[in-house]
């Protein structure tokens, strides 16, 4: 069944909209004698405490403990909403993988409040709230949804004073809507071939070494990087990469398509160029 995925500034009522959304599609649901489970996912269930976010190994680990849950929890009898901060747009897209691999309708809906107000809720929070220094490090690295990307699509921004979120909207987006196929991407099937984890550690890894090779040769934002092993090509940011941030997005792509791939070798290259395109915007 669904995913739905909650996102805003860290502070900006997050948890009170997936409330409100779970109670509405509990009461839809009863109403029209259907018989689904609703798992709300939040950082306390996960025992994610605020303090994570000032170290970045534990904030990662408190992104994967999410990740981790929504693909435990996503099943046909379940709809999962992920109330967390899910700041990142590649993690994200990651979510939005997980959903597409099991054929089921995702939404994102986003809890939108001015920075000044969060400060401001923040601040009156006391010990309960977020460190200062933390909390605008965290609003500064926020990446806002944009609905005309596929994985934070359809998109439903609510404004903290509204009381209401777009209930029948969100009803007809996950409920109603058709469930989209499985994407080369997604497919989830056992890796049966022993050359392809060996490709696709082959693969991915000289892809990186030409886009390094490419800034190096070329510098920055000088157009779009011809890699081998793949017809698309690597946006060529406006800044300079660094050789452990493409390792490490090489990680997790390795990581999620070793058990979420098709075992089509042809179609490696060109899923990771579209992978880094989303994580180096």
């Given at each position: 069944m669904p995913l739905i995925i909650v996102t805003g500034y860290p502070g900006s009522g997050k948890s009170r909209r997936a409330q409100q959304v779970a109670a509405y599609l509990t009461k839809r649901l009863a109403d029209e004698k259907k018989s689904f489970k609703i798992q709300v996912i939040n950082d306390d269930d996960l025992h994610i405490t605020k303090d994570m976010y000032s170290d970045p190994r534990e904030e990662k680990k408190a992104r994967m403990a999410m990740l981790s849950a929504v693909e435990r929890s996503l099943n046909k009898e379940t709809i999962v909403i992920a109330d967390g901060m899910n700041y990142i747009k590649g993690f994200r897209y990651?979510?939005?993988?997980?959903?597409?691999?099991?054929?089921?309708?995702?939404?994102?809906?986003?809890?939108?409040?001015?920075?000044?107000?969060?400060?401001?809720?923040?601040?009156?929070?006391?010990?309960?709230?977020?460190?200062?220094?933390?909390?605008?490090?965290?609003?500064?690295?926020?990446?806002?949804?944009?609905?005309?990307?596929?994985?934070?699509?359809?998109l439903f921004t609510v404004i903290y004073d509204d009381e209401s979120i777009p209930s029948e909207a969100i009803w007809d987006a996950v409920i109603m809507k058709k469930p989209p196929p499985p994407n080369m991407s997604t497919v989830s099937k056992p890796v049966s071939d022993t050359n392809y984890v060996y490709e696709l550690d082959r693969i991915t890894l000289e892809i990186i070494n030409g886009v390094m090779e490419?800034?190096?040769?070329?510098?920055?934002?000088?157009?779009?990087?011809?890699?081998?092993?793949?017809?698309?090509?690597?946006?060529?940011?406006?800044?300079?990469?660094?050789?452990?941030?493409?390792?490490?997005?090489?990680?997790?792509?390795?990581?999620?398509?070793?058990?979420?791939?098709?075992?089509?070798i042809s179609r490696l290259g060109d899923l990771f160029v579209e992978f880094l395109n989303t994580n180096l915007e």
């Amino acid at each position: 069944m669904p995913l739905i995925i909650v996102t805003g500034y860290p502070g900006s009522g997050k948890s009170r909209r997936a409330q409100q959304v779970a109670a509405y599609l509990t009461k839809r649901l009863a109403d029209e004698k259907k018989s689904f489970k609703i798992q709300v996912i939040n950082d306390d269930d996960l025992h994610i405490t605020k303090d994570m976010y000032s170290d970045p190994r534990e904030e990662k680990k408190a992104r994967m403990a999410m990740l981790s849950a929504v693909e435990r929890s996503l099943n046909k009898e379940t709809i999962v909403i992920a109330d967390g901060m899910n700041y990142i747009k590649g993690f994200r897209y990651q979510l939005y993988c997980v959903a597409r691999a099991l054929s089921t309708p995702h939404c994102v809906l986003h809890s939108g409040a001015p920075a000044a107000k969060v400060k401001e809720w923040n601040q009156a929070r006391g010990d309960q709230g977020y460190q200062s220094q933390v909390l605008d490090e965290l609003m500064t690295r926020y990446e806002e949804p944009d609905g005309r990307n596929r994985w934070d699509a359809p998109l439903f921004t609510v404004i903290y004073d509204d009381e209401s979120i777009p209930s029948e909207a969100i009803w007809d987006a996950v409920i109603m809507k058709k469930p989209p196929p499985p994407n080369m991407s997604t497919v989830s099937k056992p890796v049966s071939d022993t050359n392809y984890v060996y490709e696709l550690d082959r693969i991915t890894l000289e892809i990186i070494n030409g886009v390094m090779e490419a800034q190096r040769d070329f510098g920055t934002g000088s157009g779009p990087i011809v890699v081998a092993n793949a017809t698309n090509k690597v946006v060529n940011p406006s800044r300079n990469l660094t050789l452990s941030e493409l390792r490490r997005l090489r990680k997790q792509f390795v990581s999620i398509n070793k058990i979420r791939t098709t075992l089509d070798i042809s179609r490696l290259g060109d899923l990771f160029v579209e992978f880094l395109n989303t994580n180096l915007e």
